[in-house]
């Protein structure tokens, strides 16, 4: 497709279950983010890459928490036991990730995997 | 840390109003400063940019200049519509990463 498309697009689980969201980006964008959004707040960074290569995973808030990239494509966040404390939107975005040109900073964002933790 | 403050929501208006959206950051270096907007039931997207200072961004019809001195990019429109209404996030990236840091977001509602 043209745009970044996540899925699912709301997934509703259990405490202690594990959840998997995906992350298809634009296709021939280097970079890709996964921000996490709560009710009433801005988007929050937990990591991101450059080609398959995590770059900066600073903003995951623990070891629960993973992503990967394997081709440098399509992207999974992984959260391990779910707690409630993990509902929110999960949104991910893609860029071209060129210093080269004046695309400084112009993120597409995918329309979120909402997140409910029972 | 960097950092991005914006003004609390939701604001108000009537149509043909103008608007001015408050946003200051800190951050170390020289950032690049952005809009975004998102609409309801959509993604966030771009709305306007500015990546050094004194310059302006501009897109339909809203406007923001990087004032180094004060540190601030507000968010302004000289006469809104009701399909302005959308929530607004001022955000900033670093010299040499295109990591966005968000501010809070603040909801605007226009009114015929």
């Known amino acids: 497709g043209a745009g970044v498309s996540q899925s699912p697009r709301y997934k509703v689980t259990k405490r202690g279950q594990d959840v998997a969201l995906r992350c298809d980006p634009i296709?021939?964008?280097?970079?890709l983010y996964w921000y996490r959004q709560a009710l009433g707040q801005g988007p929050e960074f937990l990591t991101y890459f450059n080609y398959e290569a995590q770059q900066d995973k600073s903003g995951l808030p623990n070891d629960r928490f993973s992503a990967e990239r394997p081709e440098g494509s399509i992207s999974t966040l992984t959260i391990q036991r779910t707690e409630q404390r993990d509902s929110a939107m999960y949104r991910c975005?893609?860029?071209?990730?060129?210093?080269?040109?004046?695309?400084?900073?112009?993120?597409?964002f995918g329309e979120g995997s909402r997140l409910t933790v029972l | 840390g960097d950092s991005v403050t914006q003004m609390e929501g939701p604001v108000t208006l009537s149509e043909e109003a103008c608007l001015t959206i408050n946003c200051t950051y800190t951050a170390t270096g020289y950032p690049s400063l952005f809009w975004y907007v998102q609409y309801p039931g959509e993604g966030l997207q771009l709305l306007l940019k500015?990546?050094?200072?004194?310059d302006k961004g501009s897109n339909k019809g809203f406007e923001a200049t990087y004032r180094k001195e004060t540190t601030s990019f507000h968010l302004e429109k000289g006469s809104v519509q009701v399909s302005d209404s959308a929530v607004y996030f001022c955000?900033?990236?670093?010299?040499?990463?295109?990591?966005?840091?968000f501010g809070t977001g603040t909801r605007l509602q226009v009114f015929p």
């Open positions: 955000a900033l990236s670093g010299r040499n990463t295109d990591k966005l840091i």
């Open positions: 975005a893609s860029s071209l990730g060129s210093r080269r040109t004046s695309n400084t900073g112009e993120l597409f």
């Open positions: 500015a990546t050094k200072a004194d």
């Open positions: 296709s021939g964008h280097v970079s």
